[in-house]
Nanobody
Framework: QVQLVESGGGFMQPGGSLRLSCAAS????????MGWYRQAPGKERELVAT???????NYGDSVKGRFTISRDNGKNTVYLQMNSLKPEDTAVYYC????????????WGQGTQVTVSS
């Protein structure tokens, strides 16, 4: 079955940087749109960033200019570079793979915790 495995989360002080990775297996990675979502305690899951199979990117308003999503189809991996981190970036970050065809296919990783605090 499809597996999405996130890594790179952890603890960081405000203003610092982290890079998340999501390694995908058992899917045709290059044809999937990939994304990062996050969920903070007591809040709904929200969009962080997405990247299409063609490389087009989209960002949530709260992370524009600070986060960058990228993908390496040769490694079946999507990345999220997070700079200028803020305490409000604290959340569990989830990787998503989405294919829209005759029907929509959605796969999710298990999540990785990011905590930003002084």
């Amino acid at each position: 079955q499809v597996q999405l495995v996130e890594s790179g989360g952890g603890f960081m002080q405000p203003g610092g940087s982290l890079r998340l990775s999501c390694a995908a297996s058992r899917l045709s990675f290059s044809i999937y749109a990939m994304g990062w979502y996050r969920q903070a305690p007591g809040k709904e899951r929200e969009l962080v960033a997405t990247i299409s199979s063609g490389g087009s990117t989209n960002y949530g308003d709260s992370v524009k200019g600070r986060f960058t999503i990228s993908r390496d189809n040769g490694k079946n991996t999507v990345y999220l570079q997070m700079n200028s981190l803020k305490p409000e970036d604290t959340a569990v970050y989830y990787c998503n793979a989405r294919f829209v065809g005759v029907r929509q296919l959605d796969y999710w990783g298990q999540g990785t915790q990011v905590t930003v605090s002084s």
